[in-house]
């Protein structure tokens, strides 16, 4: 499943609930489909800077498809990261670049969230988005 595919899914899934309240502890409650990141992994150089609470973003190669594992802090900080780290998940270099990241904004949860949680959220995308650039052909 593409990227795209992966937030037009999540998005149908929580845009069911009608609170945006509702949605975001939904989507932040749930357990991602992704390797977590062992401890002895959570070194600075995995820091992802910008953030309020502490997260750690790793990425690695799987044929040709980026693959990530992360960590957070905070539950809430860990939820949202989560989700948006399996939204890229096993995505080819070119589809993470081709995919903007719209579920947020689009189930209305940019606008529960504090201008820190956010501008925490564009350095982690910022981070993805580098990752798969490097790794680009």
């Given amino acids: 499943m593409t990227p ?4 037009s899914t999540l998005i149908s899934r929580y845009s069911i609930l009608p ?3 509702e949605r975001l502890a939904a989507l932040t409650a749930r ?12 070194i600075d150089a995995a820091l992802v800077p910008g953030c309020v609470s502490r997260v750690w973003l790793v990425g690695s190669m799987e ?5 990530f594992q992360m ?3 905070s539950a809430l900080v860990k ?15 070119g589809e993470i ?12 949860i940019a ?21 798969a650039r490097q790794h680009l052909n």
């Avoid at 795209?4 to 937030?7: A, E, F, G, M, T």
């Avoid at 357990?31 to 959570?42: N, Q």
């Fill in 4 to 7: 795209r595919q992966r937030q």
């Fill in 19 to 21: 609170d945006p309240h």
């Fill in 31 to 42: 357990r991602p489909h992704l390797s977590a990141l062992p401890p002895e992994s959570r």
């Fill in 63 to 67: 044929n040709g498809r980026c693959r």
């Fill in 71 to 73: 960590h957070a802090e």
């Fill in 79 to 93: 939820g949202l990261a989560a989700t948006l780290c399996e939204l890229y998940d096993d995505a080819t270099p």
């Fill in 97 to 108: 670049l081709e995919t903007e990241p719209e579920l947020f904004e689009a189930l209305g």
């Fill in 111 to 131: 606008a529960q969230l504090t201008p820190t949680r956010l501008n925490g959220l564009a350095h982690l995308r910022a981070r993805i988005v580098a990752f």
